[in-house]
């Protein structure tokens, strides 16, 4: 590929992510899994999340409250479970660990074989679906280690945040208000810290081969010389993704004109069960849509990380507050 003019470093890489993740539609099998580990939208994840408290905490109350009645339950009741009973409840048990195990497997390398593709496909070179998985495997556990131990720690300081911001809400003093307000922004920013180290930790994994400790090393390294290129490269793609979500709003909103006109047709005509058809048909292919594009843009949003990571690490990248104000 051609060198990039600074001055146009993101529109070139966002030009080039575009045109690799539409003209290779298997990246977009990949991205449908790799939006559950939820790294295109991270950004807006950290800032929805940190101010959602009551939500965060409380399905954790939730859950370990529904988990202790049910293991009271079972236990007062284990004399009356036949052994056959039991038997197919822990082979379903069993069956849904393998099935989520496997789902987590998937992602996983998903991951892994959206970075290891957006590097060969950029360099005009080919790779199928298959291979990328194939190639992605190898680096599972360092993958794997990195999301957990990241999300983890994204999750615990948004937990703090959450907390810090319901503190501001009942503490009637403006100078622990205040102090709150500012911890919280702190552990704002450390979340997205994790995010990008998440991202460059796992670049280095796949595309140099780099063990996990050294990996992580070499991410926090390249993200401390590099931050201001990386939080503008996340404002460009949280403000993309606000856009591709309008967009998908509206053409929802438009799709949805023809089934009202149908609607009002088939009532008026009396017909009982066409309408429920007709809805049931706007369902599926609105999920559809609703998959397709979020399929597509989580796969474009890591090929255009890995592609800034590949740029970064052929040296020349300058961000645009340097070169406005440098």
């Known amino acids: 590929m051609d060198n990039i003019d600074s001055t146009s470093l993101y529109r070139n890489i966002l030009k080039r992510a575009l045109l690799i993740t539409w003209h290779h539609k298997f990246l977009w099998v990949l991205g449908f899994f790799t939006t559950f580990l939820g790294l295109g ?69 998903s991951f892994g074989a959206l970075i290891k593709s957006a590097q060969i496909l950029d360099a005009g070179k080919k790779i199928s679906l298959f291979k990328s998985l194939a190639e992605s495997r190898k680096k599972f556990w360092p993958l794997f280690f990195t999301n957990i131990v990241g999300k983890s720690l994204i999750f615990l300081f948004l937990a703090l945040t959450g907390a810090l911001l319901s503190l501001i809400l009942t503490d009637n003093s403006i100078g622990n208000a205040l102090i709150y307000f500012f911890a919280s922004i702190v552990f704002v920013a450390i979340s997205l810290l994790f995010s990008f180290l998440i991202i460059y930790t796992s670049c280095f994994a796949v595309l140099k081969s780099k063990k996990l400790l050294l990996a992580a090393h070499n991410g926090w390294l390249l993200f401390k010389e590099h931050w201001v290129v990386s939080v503008e490269a996340a404002v460009i793609l949280f403000f993309i993704n606000l856009l591709v979500k309008v967009a998908l709003a509206i053409v929802i909103i438009l799709f949805s004109v023809p089934l009202m006109i149908l609607l009002l047709i088939f009532y008026s005509a009396a017909l009982s069960t066409l309408p429920t058809a007709a809805v049931v048909v706007w369902v599926i292919i609105s999920v559809i849509i609703m998959l397709l594009a979020g399929s597509f843009f989580s796969a474009f949003q890591i090929v255009a990380w890995t592609l800034l990571f590949d740029k970064i690490l052929k040296g020349g990248v300058l961000s645009k507050l340097h070169r406005i104000f440098g």
């Open 41 to 109: 939208s991270i950004y807006e994840m950290v800032f929805r999340k940190s101010f959602q408290y009551d939500i965060l905490f409380g399905k954790l109350v939730g859950k370990f409250t529904t988990i202790s009645v049910s293991s009271l339950l079972i236990s007062n009741n284990l004399d009356k479970v036949s052994v056959f009973n039991l038997v197919l409840f822990i082979l379903a048990i069993a069956a849904i660990t393998a099935l989520i195990g496997f789902l987590v497997w998937l992602t996983i390398v």
